[in-house]
């Protein structure tokens, strides 16, 4: 169907409000907070899609998804040619629908978003993948004869996986290495399960499976076997390093190696990857929350994730610790408003200067500064300066260090002619994604730092075109 | 390799409760150095520990692990037979012994630590080394690895607590004697429980040997990603799993070890008892791979 509204009368439509679990409720279980549009409110926020001549969604996605055209096939009610529109640019949609922080990429470049509120183009790209998955109906796409080329791919985060699902459709021959037990990086460790179901990471790989891309887990590449082994011995024409910015930043104040003292990644990987939260159920133990103090310290998806892993948890009390203001906090604005309903509460403008332990070795407080916001720094922001005479201690069982992450150096330190960058990220061309070593190519967060699962799949998608074109030419 | 599984060519106990497991791990055999180790994960709901590779033959692809049934991961491991298969084996992991002319080097093993020295030993004797061997155990049943001990070693002591074989008393007493004697030591190699790594760097220290100690805190991945495992050395935070887990003695915070090491205590307590009094839901989880018949516990 033709959208029959005038632009007008599309302007007047609210922007439709994601059904979700009631916080009261969603606090005490891991399941999805976001249930997804039923077939009505879908309808109802395609509807408000002005179709702009020059649709400004589409600069605003980093991998340039046909935002109108695929909006216009879930009004015409065919939801399957929607989800194929998106594969074209992102073929993780039911992933990026749910993780990619629109008001910052399509949504915050919506015309509409300014007066209206942007159309729930996050929203309308979840509901028709989950259509598709749903019904069981993932066109998979048809694979060209086997070129007899053989690529390694390290590391199955979102650049392993698109790489691996484009080069297959090529013909290639693709191997993912993964140094943990499970595929998917930080999909499956990091992204906790209220917010990203793992049955849809594990349904992306399986299709890529059945695709003819083979998956070794259990391969740590710089340790069980190096590049150099993988392109010769092997028989690897090419080699794809997306190895992830995995590696955690502490802050380096004293009282960082008290029990009760996490980084997030540690934090995440027990509760997600091991499912500590089933527990005794499952193996893997973590620290009992329930009726504690908990903090996290960082203002990112990762501090988010991991203290409302900690309220689920049981927590009693679970803050968020931020030096800047809240203008500042890079999370998503959907997890921050989320955390707030949860009852997470936030103290901005405060940071830690020392963890206080008991005489058994346990955290029991952070020694807190209260900040304002000084002058700009290099990145723009505001920077924050602490108020002298604040100090203050907040009584606390449990703290999570979500302060970033950088490169982990196994595959650099043991490939001697990849060349890095300042803080060991490896150098690649940004269009080709090649480094300095014939054959050996790298993208997403090893590449850039730490970024989004959207860009690293761009990235994994560019770099896989690169590597054909290397394999088919021979031209390095 | 990796998705089918890890299959098991021997297993054997050498002490009660002390299980020997040889395990074809092609590519972690052909890689494995002394002092490096592997991580395990025993069934889908199961959670990463570290073991210590005690031996690796790369003609025929297998790597031998000697596991201690402590908590109720390495107690369901030892009920694992040949021809089972451990799902997750990943490796090998950590930093490589130094290995080279040292001199005169004691190796201390204590319980299973015997295991975790026995390669480097044997390593250090190959690069020309006096190795002097000791090996401590509470008691004569618990002693493991002496055979081998003594065929990779110029001289082999036994001490226990309860004087049931050996010498009667303490592995620093022995070296004490030792450092007291005849010949200069250059170097020490003490692998065991913490106390007893503790005490052994306390009688080096005055005597400016250099010594090291191979370090267990608790893993998760041993990639460096989760930082759980960090150490205070030199009054720097290190991660065992990449920058060790061998350390200088004289530099590790064995107290702070030790705390975090108890930092489960209460979960593994749990885990442990709900095994014992009910194995069933774990063994379920692994008899699909193991041919399993005995659900009583051991
Ligand atoms: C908790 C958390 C929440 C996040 N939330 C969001 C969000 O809401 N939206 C968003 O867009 N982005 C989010 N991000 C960021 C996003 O997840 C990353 O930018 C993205 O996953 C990077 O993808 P990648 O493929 O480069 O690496 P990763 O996803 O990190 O995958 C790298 C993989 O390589 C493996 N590996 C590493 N070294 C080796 C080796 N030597 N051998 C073999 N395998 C190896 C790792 O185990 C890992 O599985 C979040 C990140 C975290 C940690
Ligand atoms: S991939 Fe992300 S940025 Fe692009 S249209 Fe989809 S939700 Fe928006
Ligand atoms: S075990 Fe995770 S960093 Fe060492």
Redesign the pocket.
């Given at each position: 169907m033709a959208n029959p509204l005038t632009p007008k009368d599309r302007t007047k439509i609210p922007r439709q409000k994601m059904p979700e679990q009631e916080p009261e409720h969603r606090r005490q279980n891991f399941a999805e907070v976001n249930l997804g549009l039923n077939f009505h409110l879908a309808t109802q926020e395609a509807m408000r899609c002005l179709e702009c001549a020059h649709p400004k969604?589409v600069d605003?996605?980093?991998?340039g998804?046909k935002?109108k055209d695929f909006i216009a096939l879930v009004l015409a009610g065919d939801y399957l040619a929607a989800a194929a529109k998106?594969r074209e640019?992102?073929i993780l949609?039911a992933i990026?629908?749910r993780v990619?922080p629109?008001e910052d990429?399509?949504?915050g470049t919506c015309i509409m978003n300014k007066k209206f509120g942007a159309v729930g183009?996050?929203y309308l790209?979840r509901f028709v993948a989950d259509y598709e998955r749903e019904t069981g109906q993932i066109g998979l796409p048809p694979i060209a004869p086997p070129t007899g080329k053989k690529v390694a791919i390290v590391g199955s985060g979102p650049a392993g996986l698109s790489a691996a699902g484009d080069l297959i459709q090529k013909g290639h021959q693709v191997t993912v290495f993964e140094a943990l037990h499970e595929i998917g990086g930080v999909l499956i460790y990091g992204i906790p399960e209220f917010r990203l179901p793992k049955e849809i990471v594990r349904q992306e790989v399986e299709n890529m499976k059945r695709m003819g891309v083979e998956f070794q887990t259990n391969i740590v590449v710089g340790k069980t076997v190096t590049v150099d082994e993988l392109l010769g011995e092997e028989g690897y024409h090419a080699v794809l390093v997306a190895t992830g910015a995995g590696l955690p930043q502490f802050l380096g104040v004293p009282g960082e190696n008290l029990c009760g003292v996490y980084s997030a990644n540690e934090f995440l990987t027990r509760v997600n990857l091991m499912k500590a939260y089933k527990f005794p159920e499952y193996d893997e133990p973590i620290y009992d929350c329930r009726g504690r103090n908990v903090a996290v310290v960082g203002g990112g998806n990762t501090a988010m994730d991991a203290i409302r892993s900690a309220l689920r948890l049981g927590a009693k009390n679970a803050y968020v610790i931020y030096r800047r203001s809240e203008a500042e906090m890079p999370a998503r604005a959907e997890e921050v408003k989320h955390a707030r309903e949860e009852g997470i509460q936030f103290l901005l403008l405060n940071n830690p200067v020392e963890f206080l332990g008991n005489d058994k070795g346990w955290l029991r407080a952070a020694r807190c500064i209260k900040m304002e916001l000084g002058l700009a720094d290099e990145s723009g922001r505001r920077r924050p300066v602490p108020i002298r005479g604040s100090e203050y201690e907040l009584p606390l069982d449990v703290v999570i260090i979500a302060v970033g992450t950088s490169s982990n150096p196994l595959v650099q330190s043991t490939t001697p002619d990849l060349k890095t960058r300042k803080g060991g990220y490896i150098e690649a061309d940004p269009e080709t994604l090649k480094t300095s070593k014939v054959g050996v190519f790298g993208a997403g967060d090893i590449v850039t730092g730490a970024a989004t699962v959207?860009l690293a799949m761009g990235a994994g998608r560019k770099a896989a075109a690169a590597i054909d074109e290397y394999l088919r030419t021979g031209v390095w | 390799m990796g998705t089918d599984g890890f299959s098991i060519a021997e297993a054997r106990f050498l002490a009660p409760d002390v299980k020997l497991f040889r395990i074809v791990a092609p590519r972690i055999a052909r890689k494995q150095q002394p002092g490096q180790f592997v991580i395990v994960r025993i069934h889908e709901h199961g959670e990463r520990i570290p073991l210590t590779v005690a031996e690796s033959n790369p003609t025929d692809g297998t790597i031998t692990l000697i596991v201690q049934g402590i908590g109720k991961t390495t107690k369901l491991l030892n009920r694992f037979d040949a021809g089972d298969i451990i799902p997750d084996v990943v490796g090998p992991l950590g930093r490589p012994s130094d290995i080279r002319l040292f001199g005169t080097v004691v190796v201390i093993g204590g319980g299973v630590g015997t295991a975790i020295a026995y390669p480097t030993a044997k390593a250090l004797r190959g690069a020309g080394n006096h190795v002097i061997t000791v090996l401590g155990a509470r008691t004569k049943d618990l002693l493991v690895l002496e055979n081998e001990a003594r065929a990779i070693s110029d001289e082999v002591f036994v001490t226990t607590d309860d004087g049931s074989y050996g010498e009667k008393g303490l592995v620093t007493d022995k070296l004490k004697a030792l450092i007291a004697g005849e010949r200069k030591i250059d170097l020490v190699l003490a692998i065991g429980p913490i106390p007893m790594m503790r005490a052994v760097a306390e009688t080096t220290r005055p005597h400016g040997i250099k010594t090291l100690v191979s370090l267990n805190p608790i893993m998760v991945d041993g990639t460096g990603m989760c930082g759980g495992c960090r150490v205070q050395v030199a009054g720097r935070s290190q991660f065992a799993c990449v920058d060790g887990p061998e350390f200088d003695a004289h530099e590790v915070d064995f107290d702070g070890l030790a705390k975090r090491n108890a930092m489960y205590r209460e979960a593994e307590r749990q885990a442990l008892e709900r095994f014992v009094s009910d194995p069933k839901p774990d063994l379920d989880l692994i008899r699909h791979r193991c041919k399993l018949e005995d659900v009583t516990p051991r």
């Open positions: 969604c605003g996605c980093p991998v998804v935002v998106i640019d992102d949609p990026t629908g990619c629109q990429q399509c949504e183009i996050g790209e959207i | -």
